[in-house]
């Protein structure tokens, strides 16, 4: 049960278009010059988060708050495993139980052996006494007394289940209609009745997402359900095929796409649960599936996003979003009768996005006014507005910087907490908590460290806990009051081991972009071992947005991915975040909007020639890239528009004509398909507003060396993305490598196979040497 798994010890090699495969065996062959020895690669696998993450100590992993505002969290030294609880009212701080207990207390109840090395507990509640506790691992659910250890298997709780506030009740999805179970007894009542397939109630469909469990949200009395009836009926559908003997199970499955006459659309209602079930349906026609922040209406948890109940469970707001997220609608329902009243509508002139953590719209029905996020005047700030009109009444938040999250809200007080960057003087990709009132009056820095916080608020809201780090500076984890002060500091990570192994710090960097003014930033990861009188070869990982970024967090990492690994086989490795990306201006945000083939390679470009200006051991010659899903489709991109540039790309799961990719997606960022009444007279195809996007018509400027890679169960983007570049290639002659995956979904990047023919593909092309045939990662390594 608590068992690692060994995994099979053959490297298999696809080759063009996939017509011939070949295993090669775990014969040892002696070295041959120019290649590569094992021991590079087995230093190289040091580097990678399996093997750095157990270096660290007094390191805070994973935390947990309880109810009654005490935080339970779990610390690391060296990668064994204990568990803390801290009472901030007090200032106490207790030891719970360590993983050498815990594994003996398991080998007694399940009779088996346990390493207390895999024992990595999640979902921790402590009891009001404090003298037990409930915990989730591997799945199950267990409780133990502190006192004696003794632990006991709990009854496992429904899969797919959206639990109310009180806990008294969980809603579910059978045969596509909601159902609502009494979690005391047992009971389950179903509460409508016409759901189909394709056009059931709570469905959790996106096309490239799906899920099992009802998307909804539950009033705060947990006596009431909003939620809605999800259409797919008319939508196209996408087929996937395992690889198996025999017969393959076959997936099909709805899946709009750009430009599609049909996509999913909702119908909203509430249900209220008291005294009888009772559907009101809203006085609304079906809209479209869409979310202002995100290309899904579900979030985690399975959260309706845009919906909010009052306080007091009697009012629901939602916002409501064109097909071309350019229009956002504020509306309040009646929940009686069905009636909707409009609010407020902003509409941009590319896509409108309500936040870039969570949504940072509110509805402050106590007060009349609701609290609204935009980004009108280049930079995302809030705005408070009258409920009853839709008037403005004050900015809250201005300037040129960034409100990033709207935390938390003290009407009593008249104030609010903010997550926003770009304010203090460093990074601007640094988070810091502010306060401020929602006059707009005395914006107050509550964690003024020069660092990246990371923010976790107890249940209460009366305390929070601040992990603030750098990429190249360790956690520090501290507990405040909303004031800020300071109340205990629980941890500070130790990264002696680390660096003890050979460890180095990526190094961060600023450059200008493509137009020469705005400033970019990023990270370069260096050979430990570099030699400044030699050259090296180049490698660029990206990923261009516009939703995520290359870097992403600023947080302290002792891995990211297996850049420094790719650095320790004698690679420069850079990354910056390129317009296009979030985290700035809107402008900034939005740089190529409508033309999603830019992927801000200009930037990445112009980021590489810099760097080689300050540093000459940069070999501009010898220049690769790499990334993975939108990462995949930039990739290609750069070796196809800049083939003078890159001379060798792994390209993995990319989208590399988004007319195949999600319709959510696409028509955010690329705005809705339009066909031109013009054809190409050489593909004798019609003109789009899409063609600029695309990667297969680019296929003939191929120069490089290209490998490119899709798993054959790829649900979110549908392998034929990568057989329309493969089919595009062949036909104009060009030679490249092709990987495929049978069995495989779109989460390979850092698998263990893969990752090793990534290496193996760089190390040959940009490095001419042989890499280590024989070489296996070990077992920890998946």
């Given at each position: ?8 010890r053959?490297?298999?090699?696809v ?18 010059a ?21 270096l ?17 969290y ?35 109840l ?6 207390p ?13 404090g003298e ?26 429904p ?110 209602l ?79 002139a ?15 029905h ?17 705005y ?65 460290e ?59 960097f ?83 909007y ?30 690769g ?6 990462g ?55 003109l ?20 490119l ?29 092709l ?12 698998s ?31």
């Amino acid at each position: 049960m608590f068992r690692t798994g060994t995994w099979a010890r053959q490297t298999c090699r696809v080759l063009l278009a996939g017509l011939v495969a070949g295993c090669t065996s775990d014969q040892p062959a002696p070295l041959q010059a120019g290649q590569v020895a094992p021991a590079e690669y087995q230093r190289a696998e040091q580097m990678l988060g399996a093997n750095t993450l157990p270096l660290l100590s007094s390191h805070i992993a994973a935390h947990y708050w309880q109810a009654n505002d005490q935080l339970v969290y779990r610390r690391s030294d060296l990668g064994e495993q204990s568990y803390v609880v801290f009472d901030p009212a007090s200032g106490e701080r207790r030891a719970l139980l360590d993983n050498q207990r815990l594994a003996a207390a398991l080998e007694g109840l399940l009779d088996e052996e346990v390493e207390p090395a895999d024992l990595l507990l999640t979902d921790i509640r402590l009891a009001e006494s404090g003298e037990a506790l409930e915990f989730e691992l591997q799945g199950e659910r267990f409780s133990m007394t502190l006192a004696d250890h003794g632990v006991r298997k709990l009854a496992p709780e429904p899969a797919d289940e959206f639990v109310s506030p009180d806990g008294s009740r969980a809603a579910f999805l059978r045969d596509h209609n909601l159902w609502v179970r009494d979690t005391a007894s047992g009971e389950s009542i179903q509460l409508t009745f016409d759901g189909e397939q394709h056009h059931g109630y709570a469905t959790n469909n996106a096309g490239w997402i799906r899920g099992a469990g009802p998307v909804l949200q539950w009033s705060p009395d947990s006596s009431k359900i909003a939620t809605f009836r999800h259409n797919g009926r008319q939508v196209g559908d996408f087929v996937l095929w395992d690889t198996r003997v025999g017969r393959s199970n076959i997936d099909i499955w709805k899946y709009p796409l750009p430009g599609d006459e049909h996509i999913f659309t909702i119908e909203r209602l509430v249900i209220h649960l008291e005294p009888e079930p009772r559907l009101v349906w809203l006085d609304l026609p079906p809209e479209a599936h869409r979310s202002t922040t995100s290309d899904h209406v579900a979030g985690p948890g399975d959260v309706w996003l845009d919906v909010q109940w009052s306080s007091d469970s009697e009012r629901l707001a939602f916002i409501s979003s064109s097909r071309d997220h350019k229009v956002a609608q504020l509306r309040v329902a009646d929940i009686d009768d069905g009636s909707v009243r409009d609010v407020y509508r902003e509409e941009a002139a590319t896509q409108y996005m309500s936040g870039f953590v969570d949504e940072n719209w509110r509805v402050l029905h106590e007060r009349g006014e609701f609290i609204w996020f935009s980004e009108q005047d280049d930079w995302g700030h809030l705005y408070l507005h009258d409920l009853a009109d839709g008037a403005l009444k004050n900015r809250i938040t201005a300037g040129s910087w960034l409100v990033l999250d709207l935390q938390q809200i003290d009407l009593a007080g008249n104030r609010l907490w903010l997550l926003a960057s770009n304010i203090e003087g460093s990074d601007p990709y640094f988070r810091y908590l502010y306060s401020v009132g929602l006059d707009g009056e005395g914006l107050k820095l509550l964690t003024p460290e020069p660092a990246h916080h990371a923010i976790s608020w107890s249940d209460s809201g009366d305390y929070f806990l601040d992990t603030y780090s750098t990429a190249d500076t360790p956690p520090v984890s501290v507990v405040r009051d909303r004031e800020g002060a300071v109340l205990a500091t629980l941890e500070q990570t130790d990264i002696a081991k680390l660096r003890e192994a050979g460890w180095q710090a990526p190094v961060p960097f600023t450059v200008k972009a493509r137009d020469q003014r705005t400033d970019l930033h990023g990270l370069m990861y260096l050979p430990s071992s570099l030699d400044p009188g030699r050259q090296y070869p180049v490698l660029n990982y990206l990923y261009p947005g516009p939703l995520g970024s290359s870097v992403g967090s600023r947080a302290f990492r002792p891995s990211r991915g297996d850049k420094q690994a790719l650095a320790e086989l004698g690679f420069i490795v850079v990354e910056v975040d390129a317009m296009g990306t979030p985290g700035r201006s809107k402008s900034f945000h939005d740089a190529y909007y409508g033309n999603m083939g830019d992927n801000g390679l200009p930037d990445q470009i112009a980021m590489i020639r810099q760097l080689a200006e300050r540093h000459p051991w940069m070999d501009l010659d010898r220049v690769g890239i790499w990334g993975h899903s939108g990462g995949g489709f930039a990739a290609a991109a750069g070796i196809l528009r800049y083939p003078d540039f890159y001379k060798v790309a792994v390209s993995s799961a990319g989208n590399h004509d988004n007319r195949n990719y999600e319709d959510d997606w696409a028509e955010r960022w690329q705005g809705l398909l339009e066909y031109d009444s013009e054809t190409d007279p050489v593909s004798e195809q019609r003109l789009s507003n899409y063609d600029n996007q695309a990667n297969p018509p680019l296929a003939g400027n191929l120069q490089g060396k290209l490998l490119l890679a899709h798993g054959l169960m790829d649900t979110n983007v549908h392998p034929s993305s990568t057989m329309l570049l493969v089919d595009a290639l062949i036909e104009a002659e060009k030679d490249f490598d092709l990987i495929v995956l049978p069995n495989v979904g779109h989460g390979f990047l850092n698998s263990r196979y893969f990752m090793k023919r990534r290496w193996d593909y760089f190390v040959e092309h940009l490095q001419q040497r042989q890499p280590p045939a024989q070489f296996r990662f070990a077992d920890n390594i998946r």
